[in-house]
């Protein structure tokens, strides 16, 4: 698929070009400089044309804000793969000398290149002139705001580029990579892929925007989304951080399975639990990777483990890894994991297979009398799958009661196991006499009040 990557100094509105262009808010748009600071990818069309745009961070050399040097590198990289390039200035700050920086380095790939003078919110076009300078041929009024010239700007880049065939979309799982800032994330992305991928720093929150990255393992492939790092609500003083947390929200419901990795040094902390619930709530398999257990001297695995199952108990459920997303420690591990948790998250049960399992569950512990009434399970079936879902066809829902609930949850995990998938029960009272309404209620197996929803 052809590439176009729109290059500029910072804060000139190739973000927001970048959402207008995708037609839907994947970059963060702000006034503060630096907020771009990986590639961004997203698929586009023109006129029955598909093309793959690509934003990227601001060149500026001589700026003082965190990762200049790695925003640049990533710039570089994307006009390296681009076949067309879009430069992007703005119109009310006119002309500087980092625009002709940019653009000597861009007439220097020799790669067709358009010149949008951006924020032109109206017909004046004399602010053009003094943008002729730059030496680029294909200058163009446009407005990302109000979408003026958008069509003209992209039908200028795809012109000289030839006609390729549509690409497959890439088949695989999602897997969303997830956690606190500063984690190691993106230096796991960048391991997997052996390449400088994504930006990677020592410095928390350095990744604010989703990623996708295609891995190939064993003909198998995996669609990764580096996310930015959920901070506590009231360590986001910025307005970006909470639009980051709200991406990896998006990011999280956009996976099939989840890798929450924390640091092996601290341990799970109530962010992660708090992770971890959302990763429930929403039916994604999840694997634990505690990262950096390199550094981690005189404590054993098992400990470490068991502390976290005490934690939370949806954890006792997901498969842990102990490595290092630097040296690659354990890392050959993580696509089977990955692989096997997809597994249990798309099997199905036959309705005669769980008929077995209640009748064999129900025969060992019986459920307890509660105000003179047993609990009966007439029947269980599967509903759904990605995620799995059941649903317990009971005489009256409110006769199950919390420790009996529990029983039959450790029962089928241990029939059917379902590593690293979170399971939901739904309790559906029989027909009651006409005029009543059908009792129905549901639970998560391991919400920690275990009460009904």
């Known amino acids: 698929m052809l590439k176009i990557a729109l290059i500029g100094r910072p804060n000139v509105g190739k973000s927001a070009l970048f959402n207008r ?8 748009v702000d006034e503060m400089e630096g907020v771009t600071r990986d590639r961004l990818y997203a698929e586009a069309e023109l006129f029955g044309r598909s093309f793959e745009i690509i934003d990227t961070g601001g060149i500026d050399e001589g700026s003082e804000i965190p990762f200049a040097e790695e925003v640049k590198m990533q710039a570089e990289i994307a006009i390296e793969e681009a076949d067309s390039l879009i430069m992007v200035v703005d119109s009310r700050v006119g002309l500087t000398a980092l625009d ?71 088949k695989g799982t999602k897997v969303a990579i997830i956690g606190r800032p500063n984690v190691g994330k993106s230096t796991l992305i960048n391991t997997l892929l052996d390449e400088a991928r994504c930006v990677v720093s020592p410095i928390a929150g350095t990744t604010r925007d989703s990623i996708d990255v295609s891995v190939e393992w064993n003909e198998e492939t995996f669609t990764f989304i580096d996310t930015a790092g959920i901070r506590r609500k009231k360590s986001e003083p910025e307005v970006v951080d909470k ?25 799970m902390t109530s962010q992660e639990k708090r992770i971890l619930n959302r990763i ?21 695995m098992e400990h470490c483990k068991k502390g976290i199952e005490m934690e939370a108990s949806f954890a006792s459920y997901c498969p842990t890894l ?11 591990d993580l696509f089977p994991l990955i692989g ?12 005669g297979q769980l008929n077995k399992f209640i009748e064999g569950a129900i025969h060992k512990v019986h459920p307890p009398m509660i105000k003179g009434k047993r609990l009966r399970i007439y029947y269980m079936a599967q509903v759904d799958s990605n995620p799995p879902r059941f649903v317990f066809f009971v005489n009256h829902p409110d006769l199950l009661d919390d420790a009996y609930k529990r029983y039959l949850i450790n029962q089928f995990r241990e029939a ?8 939901t029960f739904y ?18 197996e391991s919400v920690s009040e275990l009460e009904f929803i």
């Open 280 to 300: 429930e709530e929403k039916g994604k398999g999840c694997i634990l990777f505690f990262n950096k257990w390199d550094l981690v001297k005189g404590f054993r």
């Open 322 to 332: 102990f490595g290092s997303a630097k040296t690659g420690r354990k890392l050959d």
């Open 416 to 423: 059917y196991r379902y590593t690293g998938v979170p399971l």
């Open 340 to 351: 096997e948790v997809s597994h249990y998250r798309a099997m199905r049960i036959s309705t």
């Open 100 to 170: 002709e920086h940019v653009a000597h380095l861009l007439l220097r790939s020799g790669k067709p290149l358009v010149l949008a003078v951006n924020k032109v919110d109206n017909e004046d076009e004399s602010v053009l002139a003094p943008f002729y300078a730059l030496g680029v041929e294909q200058v163009l009024p446009v407005s990302a705001i109000q979408g003026n010239n958008i069509a003209e700007m992209l039908e200028l880049a795809l012109d000289p580029c030839p006609e390729v065939e549509k690409e497959e979309e890439a």
């Open 427 to 444: 309790l559906k009272g029989k027909k009651a006499r006409k005029g009543k309404a059908q009792e129905e209620v549901a639970f998560l």
């Open 243 to 267: 639009f980051a947390a709200i991406r990896t929200d998006r990011a999280i419901e956009r996976a099939d399975v989840c890798i929450l990795m924390l640091d092996s040094q601290e341990g």
């Open 21 to 28: 262009i995708a037609k839907r808010r994947i970059a963060i």
